[in-house]
């Protein structure tokens, strides 16, 4: 419950705070099971893709209200990169592939990355805690990864993307 008491303002114990990205991925891990066992495949999409829309959101309230690192931490919070992948598993589920996405894969990406990159070059860095960046930033950021796992997934031989990804360097490296 790390990242609780320190969305209320408690500070950790010296040390331990970057368990934070653990408590928000146990919480998850706690309750997505029941969600997924509760849930039609059709129920379960409308659940991923409301956590999409809740996260920035609760960002957005969260940010204006209990300031930092409240908007970073809080599990609600970064629901939207788990909520993700757990879409693209409920896809797959339903069609065998993620192809049907991998249209969408590469403009995602392009403007997800370009909107990292505005607000780098806006800011000069990168700075997690404004409020521009936990809001904009890390939306653009679940989105990129996203486009990144999908694009890798359904890249065929010929694809530049699948020798990059292939590479020796970063198979060394994975």
Known sequence: LSNIGMTLG???????????SLAVEEQFYLVW?????VCSRARLKTVCIGCLVAAPLCRVALAFTL???????????????LALGALMAVIVLETGTLHRLA????PVALIAGGTMGAITIYHGHV???DRLEQIVGLTASTYLAGAIVVISITAEERDLW???IGSWPLRKLG
Do not use: K
Not at 103 to 106: F, H, I, K, N, Q
């Open 33 to 37: 099971p029941l969600v997924v066992y």
């Open 103 to 106: 249209r969408l894969a590469a």
């Open 162 to 164: 699948y020798r990059l």
């Open 67 to 81: 300031g930092d690192p409240a908007g970073e931490v809080f599990t609600l919070a970064r629901i939207d990169g």
């Open 127 to 129: 700075d997690i805690a």
């Open 10 to 20: 408690w500070q950790p114990v010296t040390g331990t705070g970057h368990f934070w």
